[in-house]
Every structure is written in structure tokens, then in C-alpha cells.
């Protein structure tokens, strides 16, 4: 069985409440972000957030699947656009993220509006961060720290 894995690193330092960190994509393509708490819970300061980048990766992949859907049928597009917002919802006891909330607009030649809600909903089944969201696994592993 065929596997692809991807990765990114981040590296922190100092404490959370006054340090910082980089997020970097191991293909080189992405990074390094910078990042640090205050843009987490809300104030953007032209640095990146988890959260900001989970919406990104819900938009890209959103998109790939639509885009695919479209293609084979037939109706290609010209131009899709996927804006994905993730809400991070500090209200409770713990921080959580309740939704993430995919807006689609294109341009399809041959693909009226029922369709295109049509691919909408289908690709909202195939891509893959929707479905990882939805009940996927997640696995996390310890390793280190200080005795």
C-alpha cells in the first residue's frame, strides 16, 4: 500500500506565554512562520497561528478535491476560490476548535449553480482535512524531556 507522508517542524523557544517560535515545512516550501501566543488567542501581529494554518490547509485541499470533482465532469474550472475559516473557541475550560467553515465560489464554464453545489458537497466528502476533522485519528508520540 502506496503512503505519502508530509511534515512540518516547529521549533519554541522560551516559555509559551513570552516566547516564540517557527513552523517550517519539510519540503522547503513553506517557512520558516513565525509564530507566538498573542497571535494564537487573537492579535494579529503579521505572524502565523496553528489555527491560521489548519484553515489553510482545509482551503488547499478543499479546493484540489472540487477541482477534481469538476474535472471529471467534465466541467473544468477556470477559477476556484476556497477560503477556510477556523474557529478557536476559548470560552470553556479548555481551548477547542468547534468548525471550520468553508466558503466556494468558481468559475465553470458549462457547470450551472446546482452543479457546482452539487461538486461542493461531494468534494466536502472526499477531502481528506474535512474527513481527519470529522472523526479521523490522530497519534501522538512522546519523546525527551528533562529528568
Not at 476559548?90 to 457546482?116: N, Q, Y
Amino acid at each position: 500500500m502506496k503512503q505519502v507522508q508530509q511534515s512540518a517542524t516547529v521549533v519554541w523557544e522560551g516559555s509559551i506565554a513570552r516566547g516564540s517560535g517557527t513552523i517550517t515545512g519539510a519540503s522547503g516550501s513553506l517557512g520558516p512562520v513565525p509564530y507566538d501566543l498573542p497571535t494564537r488567542v487573537g492579535e494579529s501581529v503579521g505572524k502565523s497561528s496553528p489555527e491560521e494554518l489548519l484553515a489553510a490547509a482545509h482551503a488547499a485541499c478543499f479546493t484540489t478535491a472540487l477541482g477534481r470533482i469538476l474535472a471529471r465532469a467534465k466541467t473544468p474550472p477556470e477559477h476556484l476560490e476556497v477560503t477556510a475559516t477556523v474557529t478557536l473557541d476559548m470560552s470553556g475550560d479548555r481551548p477547542r476548535i468547534p468548525t471550520s467553515h468553508l466558503t466556494a465560489t468558481g468559475v465553470v464554464p458549462g457547470c450551472g449553480s446546482e452543479e457546482f453545489a452539487a461538486a461542493v458537497k461531494q468534494a466536502e466528502q472526499q477531502c481528506l482535512i474535512s474527513r481527519v476533522l470529522t472523526g479521523g485519528a490522530v497519534a501522538v508520540e512522546a519523546t525527551g524531556g528533562l529528568d
